[in-house]
């Protein structure tokens, strides 16, 4: 069974529209990342969730909505899709609480979003 | 602000050593990591140093110098899949991680 999931794993869309990507880790960790990819291959975080708390949510334009309706899952909705969004969405999952954190991410896939 | 700097790329061939640098000026510091990522897949794990010193996981090594603000991933007996982008990443804020702009590594027969 894949550790950290995500759907889709590319979306191809027009300009203005409004997408989703769904991720989901079945490693009972309690913190989840949306991390972004541009075309150099820089990962930037743009938010965290620990046990379904906003934890951390980096300078993104609010067009970009995550949502986590249980610790297991992180949604990232964007809004008004710009041609500058185009890049790969990565989901991440740690376990961060008991004071054991190793430095250590789990990736999904990603998801290559490409905005036309 | 926040930087980590590594090189953009190194070549080296099968059998080789390779060391890769990372310089980090972060705000807070709790532990340096190191990840692999193939073309086209997701980044994964290699090694974490929270404390001084060297981490040896199989061909892969890693050092850490918190005074320096240094780090260093060392690959051993090098191995054509063992191309690939190599990222430092620092956690300033206990599982925040700030990742370097990663090193395209290129091995040769």
């Known amino acids: 069974d894949t550790a950290v999931s995500q759907t889709p794993k590319y979306l191809v869309t027009q300009m203005g529209n409004d997408k989703s990507i769904k991720c989901e880790q079945n490693l009972g960790h309690d913190t989840m990342y949306w991390y972004k990819q541009d075309s150099k291959k820089f990962l930037k975080i743009m938010f965290s969730?620990?046990?379904?708390?906003?934890?951390i949510n980096e300078t993104v334009p609010n067009r970009f909505s995550p949502k986590s309706p249980d610790k297991a899952h992180l949604n990232l909705h964007i809004n008004s899709l710009e041609l500058g969004d185009s890049a790969v969405y990565f989901c991440a999952s740690s376990h961060i609480g008991g004071g054991g954190n190793t430095g250590e991410l789990f990736f999904g896939e990603g998801s290559r979003l490409t905005v036309l | 602000g926040q930087s980590l700097e590594q090189p953009s790329e190194v070549t080296a061939v099968e059998g080789a050593i390779v060391q890769i640098n990372c310089t980090y000026q972060t705000s807070g510091f709790y532990g340096l990591s190191w990840y692999q990522q193939h073309d086209g897949g997701a980044p994964t794990f290699l090694s974490y140093n929270a404390l001084d010193g060297l981490e040896e996981t199989g061909r892969f090594s890693s050092f850490l110098s918190r005074s320096d603000s240094y780090g260093y991933l060392l690959l051993q007996e090098l191995q054509m899949k063992d191309s690939a982008s190599y990222f430092c990443?620092?956690?300033?804020?206990?599982?925040?991680?700030?990742f370097g702009q990663g090193t395209e590594l290129s091995v040769k027969p």
């Open positions: 990443a620092v956690d300033n804020q206990g599982g925040k991680l700030i």
């Open positions: 969730y620990n046990n379904k708390e906003l934890i």
